[in-house]
């Protein structure tokens, strides 16, 4: 099989959607923990895997991108199973080099190796830096020798890890993706604006910076204008698909106000009660179409994110994907549809139904 087009190649040529939100939609189908939030999934149940890897392909996603995230040395050490921590990666990476290579669809797709927030990072602890340092060098090393074509490092809420992890990606020579995660005070957590972390990316090298995770799109727009406006090159954004205000920027402190009778027992919505609060397809579609007049190239749904809202984006994005087959089609609905052979008094009940 020939290989593909590189991520820069293809940004070039057209916007590309790289689906993300493993977490939550495999949580949802009953292979991952909510709150621990491990992927041992590539060990445990790969079919699992690989099938919502094939998913997100059938629904526009250009960019297979390995399921390791969280999968790194502190959180295998966190939950006793560090001995797992290398077969794991390795799995998740050749599922997705698998998935990648075998696009029914068209060309071959993109698999990406993935690394992320250590949550050990330290500002003021040049240990704890090192000790990121080198869980992300395995991990990258690892992603490049099961055949990587980009690295993604993404979640980082300090530009010092950011860049960190961007040197560790740099040792090798393949594209690197940067997005970076907003808290709610609109800084990164060692001072930053994000606009100015994603320029420092930039100028050390990163092919494509922006945001992923967190916010939804009401929130992470603000931030995207001000980073279009300060960075030059391909922008990435990847909200979360959850109806963040102003006020609530981030859907970690998402109040619930469509009357739920029964809160969740941590008394937050995160991360396993946000579902009323979650944007529908048109909603999706309409920021997608927003971010691509921004001049965003680089299009995707974070943590909440499924193959029908990954549909939605890609549609957007221009293409006709292998799901879109299923894309809405309401003519001949037995209630609100137009065929002239619904039977009229059927349809006469659609107000009352
Ligand atoms: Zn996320």
Same mark, same amino acid.
């Given at each position: 099989m020939a290989r593909p087009n590189?991520?820069?190649?293809?940004?070039?040529?057209?916007?590309?959607?790289?689906?993300?939100?493993?977490?939550?939609?495999?949580?949802?189908? %009953?292979?991952?923990?909510?709150?621990?939030?491990?992927?041992?999934?590539? @060990? +445990? $149940?790969?079919?699992?895997? &690989?099938?919502?890897?094939?998913d997100f392909q059938r629904a526009g996603s250009d960019i297979v991108q390995a399921f390791t995230y969280n999968g790194h040395r502190e959180k295998m050490r966190l939950i006793g199973?560090?001995?797992?921590?290398?077969?794991?990666?390795r799995a998740a990476l050749r599922i997705a080099r698998?998935?990648?290579?075998?696009?029914?669809?068209?060309?071959?797709?993109l698999m990406a190796g993935n690394i992320s927030n250590t949550n050990l990072w330290n500002p003021d602890d040049p240990a704890s830096q090192?000790?990121?340092?080198?869980?992300?060098?395995?991990?990258?090393?690892?992603?490049?020798?099961?055949?990587?074509?980009?690295?993604? %490092?993404?979640?980082?809420?300090?530009?010092?890890?950011?860049?960190?992890? @961007? +040197? $560790?990606?740099?040792?090798? &020579?393949?594209?690197?993706?940067v997005t970076l995660a907003v808290m709610g005070d609109n800084r990164m957590q060692d001072g930053d604006t994000p606009a100015a972390a994603c320029q420092r990316l930039k100028?050390?090298?990163?092919?494509?910076?922006?945001?992923?995770?967190?916010?939804?799109?009401?929130?992470?727009?603000?931030?995207?204008?001000?980073?279009?406006?300060?960075?030059?090159?391909?922008?990435?954004?990847l909200p979360v698909p959850y109806r963040t205000t102003p006020e609530h920027p981030t859907f970690f402190n998402l109040p619930d106000d469509q009357g739920c009778t029964c809160p969740s027992p941590h008394g937050r919505t995160f991360p396993t009660a946000l579902d009323p609060l979650y944007m529908n397809r048109y909603e999706i579609r309409q920021w997608a179409r927003e971010a691509l007049e921004l001049g965003i190239r680089y299009l995707g749904v974070?943590?909440?994110?499924?193959?029908?809202?990954?549909?939605?984006?890609?549609?957007?994005?221009?293409?006709?994907?292998?799901?879109?087959?299923?894309?809405?089609?309401?003519?001949?609905h037995f209630l609100y549809g137009t065929n002239q052979r619904l039977a009229k008094h059927i349809k006469a009940h659609g107000d009352k139904a």
């Open positions: 590189g991520l820069m190649e293809r940004l070039n040529e057209r916007p590309v959607v790289c689906a993300e939100g493993f977490l939550f939609e495999l949580e949802r189908r %009953g292979y991952v923990a909510a709150g621990e939030f491990v992927p041992v999934v590539s @060990l +445990e $149940a790969p079919e699992a895997l &690989r099938m919502l890897h094939r199973q560090e001995d797992l921590l290398e077969p794991m990666n698998e998935v990648a290579d075998s696009n029914p669809g068209g060309e071959a797709d090192q000790e990121a340092r080198s869980m992300f060098e395995e991990m990258c090393r690892w992603a490049v020798e099961e055949g990587a074509d980009l690295l993604i %490092g993404e979640t980082f809420y300090y530009t010092g890890e950011a860049l960190c992890a @961007l +040197e $560790a990606m740099q040792q090798h &020579r393949l594209p690197c993706v100028q050390a090298g990163a092919d494509v910076v922006g945001l992923n995770c967190f916010r939804g799109p009401a929130t992470m727009m603000p931030h995207l204008r001000e980073i279009r406006d300060t960075v030059a090159g391909p922008i990435a954004a974070c943590c909440g994110n499924n193959p029908m809202l990954t549909r939605e984006v890609a549609e957007v994005a221009g293409k006709i994907t292998e799901a879109s087959r299923f894309s809405e089609r309401m003519a001949t």
